[in-house]
């Protein structure tokens, strides 16, 4: 089993920057697909972006290409969500999750996930 803490959201001005982390402790990262997902005030979690394991292929949601970046330290056994250029409608609950299975590509699905960060505010203001 792997554990997940995140940190690093905060209150941030449209077209600021925020960097998230998530680190792991119990098992190293490389052997999972690691993604971000997002949770606004009356709505469904929502995925964000997700790379797969051992420095596979990265996917993003349409609505944050270009603006976030996904990266690993495994050293460190963390990973980060960069984000600039940040909108009020990026405002959420950002949370880090860790898919063990083999697949191909990535899951954009809560339920592909099996392990869960517990969550970090992120709040845009314009």
């Known amino acids: 089993q792997v554990q997940l803490v995140d940190s690093g959201g905060g209150l941030v001005q449209a077209g600021g920057s925020l960097r998230l982390s998530c680190a792991a402790s119990g098992r190293t990262i490389s052997t999972y697909t690691m993604g971000w997902f997002r949770q606004a005030p009356g709505k469904e979690r929502e995925f964000v972006v997700a790379?797969?394991?051992?420095?596979?292929?990265?996917y993003y949601a349409d609505s944050v290409k270009g603006r976030f970046t996904i990266s690993r330290d495994t050293p460190k056994n963390t990973v980060y969500l960069k984000m600039n250029s940040l909108k009020p409608e990026d405002t959420a609950v950002y949370s880090c999750a860790a898919d063990g299975k083999w697949r191909v590509g990535v899951s954009t699905s809560v339920d592909g996930y099996d392990y869960w960060g517990q969550g970090t505010q992120v709040t845009v203001s314009s």
């Open positions: 790379t797969r394991r051992s420095g596979g292929s990265t």
